[in-house]
């Protein structure tokens, strides 16, 4: 029900904007997330947004170069990524917890699409 998709190869200090699309079902009250898990690593959380008020949280490791955003006219939740480093290489995730604010706790969310890879190269 949910579909990732916008990962791909780049370069350090590129940019990639992730999407999240919601294919079957609305999530208006739920708060969306992404998350990522590098190789040999656990899924760790990126950031989140509240699909109906906006609400946005991030990862403190994350503040200043990830912009989380959705658009509910395209059931789209969207992660804009700045300035990548070689250490964001992973599998991206998004997930749907029935939250009306944004959650850090990945058991929270019983909803994911199937993730997107991103490749950083130095």
């Known amino acids: 029900q949910l579909q990732a998709s916008g990962g791909g190869l780049v370069q350090a200090g590129d940019s990639l904007r992730l999407s999240c699309t919601a294919s079957?079902?609305?999530?208006?009250?739920?708060?969306m997330g992404w998350f990522r898990q590098a190789p040999g690593k656990e899924r760790e959380f990126v950031a989140g947004?509240?699909?109906?008020?906006?609400?946005?949280v991030y990862s403190d490791s994350e503040k200043g170069r990830l912009t989380i955003s959705r658009d509910n006219g395209e059931r789209t939740v969207y992660l804009q990524m700045n300035s990548l480093k070689p250490e964001d290489t992973a599998v991206y995730y998004c997930?749907?917890?029935?939250?009306?604010?944004?959650?850090?706790?990945?058991?929270?969310?019983?909803?994911w699409g199937q993730g997107t890879q991103v490749t950083v190269s130095s």
């Open positions: 997930g749907a917890a029935e939250r009306v604010i944004p959650t850090m706790r990945e058991y929270d969310y019983t909803y």
């Open positions: 079957v079902r609305t999530f208006s009250n739920y708060a």
């Open positions: 947004i509240a699909w109906r008020t906006g609400i946005t």
